[in-house]
T-cell receptor, first 117, second 114 residues
């Protein structure tokens, strides 16, 4: 079946502009995560959705970042007034409802490379 | 602050060698320790994972060793092949924390020469 898809694959924007990054999770996966990966670093957690609600947004760096998942499937990460420091690869991951044994594998998309000029 | 420290940053081995990547953590509440493999332009993919009640786990040529008392774990790639050249990330998570949001190490770039 199809994996996690993210669009666009690349986004170049100018400082101060608004951008939206889209994530299509694996069908039926209720959990969705956004991570940010800076050059030469590991992914850093941004936000976690369980269904339609943002259950944990503790990783969002500031209020310029916002994410939605209105129907419990597709999610959009929104960045206002972009800054050069926002340049990174934004990764989306999804997983199915955890069993009582705990962890379910997170499946990652290919990411969106955001470049802010 | 990085909750999982990973070393080395990079390493080069010859085909057939055994690259070893080490990770350390501080939070004793972590209860799941996966390793991810990432190729350029791709997202990370789960390679192998271990829970703290097990000291070693093998899947194919990949082995995780886990030392709970030292709060360290490592990945060994047996009989490494050029196709194993990739960036490897260790990670840790807590079952009760957002259904396992992952804390990643900084990554190790592994190059396996023919």
């Amino acid at each position: 079946g199809a994996g996690v898809s993210q669009t666009p694959s690349n986004k170049v924007t100018e400082k101060g502009k608004y951008v939206e990054l889209r994530c299509d999770p694996i069908s039926g996966h209720t959990a969705l995560y956004w991570y940010r990966q800076s050059l030469g670093q590991g992914p850093e957690f941004l936000i976690y959705f369980q269904g339609t609600g943002a259950a944990d947004d503790s990783g969002l760096p500031n209020d310029r970042f916002f994410a939605v998942r209105p129907e419990g499937s597709v999610s959009t990460l929104k960045i206002q007034r972009t800054e050069r420091g926002d340049s990174a690869v934004y990764l989306c991951a999804s997983s199915s409802t955890p069993r009582t044994s705990g962890h379910n594998e997170q499946f990652f998309g290919p990411g969106t490379r955001l470049t802010v000029l | 602050q990085q909750q999982v420290k990973q070393s080395p940053q990079s390493l080069i081995v010859q085909k057939g060698g055994i690259p070893i990547i080490n990770c350390a953590y501080e939070n004793t509440a972590f209860d799941y320790f996966p390793w991810y493999q990432q190729f350029p332009g791709k997202g990370p993919a789960l390679l192998i994972a271990i829970r703290p009640d097990v000291s070693e786990k093998k899947e194919g040529r990949f082995t995780i060793s886990f030392n709970k008392s030292a709060k360290q774990f490592s990945l060994h790639i047996m009989d490494s092949q050029p196709g194993d050249s990739a960036t490897y990330f260790c990670a840790a998570s807590r079952t009760t924390d957002s259904w396992g949001k992952l804390q990643f190490g900084a990554g190790t770039q592994v190059v396996v020469t023919p």
